[in-house]
């Protein structure tokens, strides 16, 4: 499970990274900058929970980063389904992705916590046997 949540990362990290600059290099101004500045913040936490976990440990920063992005995708997603937010609505497309990688943030999460899960109980288990 963790080789699976470690790679997930790397090519949602790499997707997020080139989807965000393409998204705002289309525009002929930059949006609010907490909105992409958080996204580049959670592909380098991504980049970092990879970096860390190739040993085995380290998992909940992984763990961690998956879950950043669960929320702050969650959040996306949903203020572009408001029918009261201001502003032009969501193109369907994006919010199709917006949805996507939203899945992809929660299957990263669960993924890393059942492997954070599991080396817990081996650890436990070791632990006790000795």
Do not use: K
Not at 6 to 28: C, H, P, W
Not at 74 to 88: E, N, R, S, V
Not at 103 to 128: F, K, N
């Amino acid at each position: 499970m963790l080789w699976f949540s470690r790679y997930l990362a790397l090519v949602y990290a790499v997707g997020l990274a080139i989807g965000e600059a393409i998204l705002n290099s289309r525009q002929d101004h930059w949006p609010f900058a907490p909105m992409w500045i958080i996204d580049y913040l959670i592909v380098f936490y991504l980049f970092t929970g990879f970096w860390v976990t190739r040993r085995g440990r380290n998992i909940a920063v992984l763990m961690s980063a998956y879950a950043l992005s669960v929320g702050v995708m969650y959040m996306a997603f949903f203020m572009g389904l408001d029918p009261d937010h201001p502003g032009p609505p969501t193109p369907s497309g994006i919010l199709a992705l917006l949805g996507l990688v939203l899945c992809v943030s929660a299957v990263g999460l669960v993924a890393s916590a059942a492997a954070w899960y599991s080396r817990e109980r081996m650890t436990t288990a070791q632990r006790h046997s000795a």
